[in-house]
Structures are given as C-alpha cells and as structure tokens.
C-alpha cells in the first residue's frame, strides 16, 4: 500500500479493509481463504454490517500486509463507537428487506422493476446501500459449508455482474440456486461437504438474479 493510501485512510474499518484487500489485488474469496472465513463474512466487513473482533484485525493485517494499528484506527462503526451495542444498532438506519420464497425470486431474472415488497411474506430488518434488496432462505446441502441449514440470504437484485469468488443467486435448468462464481473457468461452484455437487458452466445458467450481499443465520 502506498503513502498516500496510508495517510488518507478510509474513514470505516470496512472501507481500510476493502482499500488493503484491493491493493493486494486480492477478492473476497482470495481473502476469506487466507484468513479461514467465508466471502460473505468478508463482504459484511467491508460493507459495515459489523466489524471484525480484534483477533480477526490481527489476522487481517497480517494477510494484507498492512499495520494492525493502520487498519483498526480511525472512525469505528457506529455498533462499536457506541459504549452500549443495544442503543447504537437501534440509532444505525436499517431497512426492512422483504423475505420471498426462492420461487418468487425467479420472477427477477427477467424483471428487475417488480417491487418485492408487493411479495413479502415477512421482513428482515438490514442495514445496506440500496434498496433492491429481497432475502430468501437456503438449505442446500450444495453450499452448506458457506450457508449452514436456515440461513437467511439477501440479494441485491440490481447487481447480476458477480465478481470472481463472489455469491450469487442464479436461474438454472435445476431452478434458483446459490453458488459462488468462478471467472477462470466461468463456472458456477458449489461448497459443499459432501462430494455429490458439480459444478455448472455459466452458459448452462438462464440469468444472474442477483449478487449476495449479507447472509444471516436464522437460530
């Protein structure tokens, strides 16, 4: 990382995080693997959806090659600013995300100006950037090493251009799967325990629906 990045940091230890993990030219995936998380983890990092515990800053720093003290400092997030986590996340802006059926969710692939709040079948509160968000439960034993049974995923319906190493919710000839994008070769991966899932070529695959942006275990 250069002087210049170091001496004008971002202001959110998500925003450090995403500055040093580009700079290492690595993606989320690349980085999650070098520290033993998940790309969703990553990606809720760098988009404030919670901050990394100290322990996990120290591993960090060390996989991207950037000051310990460089990466924690600065502004926190709100959750962590605040002495009493219970009053900073009621002050933190969220959104109710509706939660659709995997099923409804099909209907985005060929229509992103269907208004998701016209399907809820009940709400998630989330704080995010956008508004084009609708959530789904997965159990798929497919990804079950990323999502564990009962997760709560929500997508981002506005972005179907994933990233190497990133989620995504896609139409396939099996109907709407989750599975981790892979550019080299453009396929479709699953993360599974058991070694009963292939993976699909991306010119098998109807649409992208979506991108994940946060997932959420339901207990």
């Known amino acids: ?17 995403r ?37 996990m800053l120290a591993r960090l720093a060390d996989a991207l090659h950037t000051p310990l003290d460089w990466l924690a400092g600065g502004d926190r997030s709100a959750l962590e600013r605040d002495k009493h986590a219970g009053a900073a996340y009621i002050r ?13 969710a099909t209907l985005f692939a060929h229509n992103q100006k269907i208004d998701p709040h016209t399907l809820a079948e009940d709400y998630i509160p989330v704080t995010a950037n956008t508004d084009t968000l609708f959530a789904v439960f997965i159990d798929d034993e497919a990804v079950n090493l990323a999502f564990p049974p009962a997760s709560l995923v929500v997508v981002d319906y506005s972005d179907n251009q994933p990233q190497d190493g990133n989620y995504c919710l896609a139409l396939t000839p099996a109907g709407p799967l989750v599975r981790q994008w892979n550019e080299h070769p453009r396929q479709l991966r699953p993360l599974s325990s058991s070694q009963d899932h292939e993976a699909i070529d991306v010119s098998e695959i109807t649409a992208v629906i979506g991108c994940l942006l946060v997932a959420i275990r339901i207990l």
């Not at 520290?35 to 901050?51: K, L």
């Not at 933190?92 to 409804?104: D, K």
């Open 1 to 17: 990382m250069n002087q210049m990045e170091i001496a004008n940091p971002p202001k959110s230890i998500g925003g450090r995080i």
């Open 19 to 55: 500055q040093s993990r580009k700079a290492c030219n690595l993606s989320q995936a690349d980085l999650a693997r070098r520290i033993g998380v998940t790309q969703p983890a990553v990606a809720n990092w760098e988009s404030g959806v919670h901050d990394p515990r100290r322990l």
């Open 92 to 104: 933190r802006a969220l959104q109710h995300v509706p939660i659709i059926s995997m099923e409804t």
